[in-house]
Structures are given as structure tokens and as C-alpha cells.
């Protein structure tokens, strides 16, 4: 029964419920509703990823699983828009690898490569930048005032990500550790967790927002090929406009 319910969330409903912005239309609104936020342009979604704890799977390498709060996990990604809604989610993939590859194996990076270059989305110093990721400045201490702004804009829109998955592990506590032994089955539970928390937000149920206890900082990506240096001239015209 309960395999069923998971099936039918994640296979007939997911689709519709989770859409990642296709049309021009689409994006400017993702856009517009983000800038009301902090005055941040052009931003279509943010993206994270979350640690969920499991059970060592079966048949699997469990080193492969460990991440490096030596607790065994996959990793969730998402995207999500200006009102905590999740627009992409990619799981399954183990705990132990970083942000940047994850993005690189899922399926919404090339539709995000393709949004143009008035679009983006938003993601944290572990993922590298380009026209349509854009990052934070990374040298605190020597940077200018429009930098700065820069930042603080972006800090300010980006933790909706953070605060999407702190609603979704108060809203489905079995997520803070899941009790199953198979990646497929535990992939699919995630999932329908997270078909079933835009639904709430779009029947505003909404709970008191919380910290993402289980935030997935990691290391700076350093990028130095030719998509990473017109991601910064794309940051350095975007705080240019702040100041």
C-alpha cells in the first residue's frame, strides 16, 4: 500500500507538481517574484543540496555513503522559487560526493545552461559559477562595497533554499533519518516527500520557517575555464547595479 502511495506521488503526480520553468513567461515571473525579495535580478530559482541520513544501503559500499559529518546519507538537490516551492529535485546520489558533481549529473543542468543569459539561479560557493549560476564573492576581507552588496542581496534571496528544506524535514520528520535499506525505494520516499510539500504551499499550509539543520556546506569550487569567467563578468555587471 504504501509503495503504491509513494509510486503514485512520484510517478503520475511529481511531474505536474514539480516543473522546473520552461517558458520565457515563466521564468519572468520566478524572476520578478525573487526581486521583490532584495532587489536580485533575473533570478529564476536557488539551489542547495541537504544531507538524509540512512540506513547503510543493501548491497552497496557503505564508505561510498558516508559524508563528511562521517554519517552515512544521500544527498537531496533542489531548486526552489521565491515562495519555498520546490521547481527541481534530484536524489539518490551518495553523500560523500560533492555539490558540483551532483549538479553535473542531474537532469536539470542543461535546461538551466539553457535558460539564456538574463536568467539564472542562485547557488552557494560549492557550486561553480557561470552565465546562468551565479555565486557569491569569495574573499570577504578585501571586498568592495558593491561586492558586498552584492553578497548581502544574494545571501538574502538565496536561503530560500535553506528554509525550503527546513520546512520539508519539519513537515516529514522521517527524513532527518530514513529507515529503509534500498537507494531506489528511499530516492522515491524522498521524493514524494517533496511533491507533497508543494502541494501544502499550494493549499498554503505553511509552517513556522526553520533553520536547515542539515545544511551541506562544502568546499569553494575553483572554475577557471572559459564558462567561469563569463559567470564573473556577468557577477561583477550585476553588483554594478547595486551600488
Not at 536580485?40 to 543493501?58: A, L, Q, S, Y
Not at 546519507?73 to 546520489?93: E, H, M, P, R, Y
Not at 553523500?95 to 538551466?112: C, E, M, Q, W, Y
Not at 558593491?146 to 545571501?155: L, S, V
Amino acid at each position: 500500500m504504501i509503495d503504491s502511495v509513494i509510486n503514485f506521488l512520484t510517478d503520475e503526480l511529481g511531474p505536474s507538481v514539480i516543473k522546473f520553468p520552461s517558458t520565457e513567461e515563466e521564468k519572468q515571473q520566478n524572476a520578478e517574484e525573487f526581486e521583490q525579495i532584495a532587489g536580485f535580478p533575473g533570478v529564476v530559482g536557488c539551489i542547495d543540496g541537504t544531507f538524509i541520513n540512512i540506513r547503510t544501503p543493501i548491497h552497496k559500499i557503505k564508505s561510498t555513503y558516508v559524508n563528511r559529518h562521517d554519517i552515512t546519507s544521500l544527498t537531496l538537490q533542489a531548486i526552489c522559487d521565491a515562495n519555498q516551492k520546490f521547481l527541481d529535485v534530484f536524489t539518490g546520489v551518495p553523500g560523500k560526493i560533492h555539490d558540483a558533481k551532483t549538479f553535473s549529473l542531474s537532469f536539470i543542468r542543461p535546461k538551466v545552461l539553457q535558460m539564456g543569459r538574463d536568467f539564472h539561479i542562485l547557488g552557494d560557493a560549492a557550486y561553480p559559477i557561470n552565465e546562468n549560476v551565479m555565486t557569491p564573492y569569495r574573499e570577504y576581507r578585501d571586498l568592495t562595497e558593491e561586492q558586498r552588496e552584492f553578497n548581502y542581496r544574494f545571501c538574502r534571496t538565496r536561503v530560500k533554499i535553506e528554509n525550503a528544506f527546513g520546512l520539508l524535514k519539519q513537515r516529514w520528520r522521517q527524513l532527518i533519518r530514513t529507515d529503509m535499506w534500498r537507494v531506489l525505494k528511499t530516492s522515491k520516499f524522498i521524493i514524494s516527500c517533496c511533491v507533497m510539500h508543494n502541494l501544502c504551499i499550494e493549499r498554503n499550509d505553511f509552517l513556522n520557517e526553520l533553520e536547515n539543520n542539515a545544511r551541506n556546506d562544502q568546499e569553494n569550487f575553483v572554475n577557471h575555464d572559459d564558462n567561469a569567467r563569463l559567470g564573473q563578468l556577468k557577477r561583477d555587471e550585476l553588483a554594478r547595479q547595486f551600488v
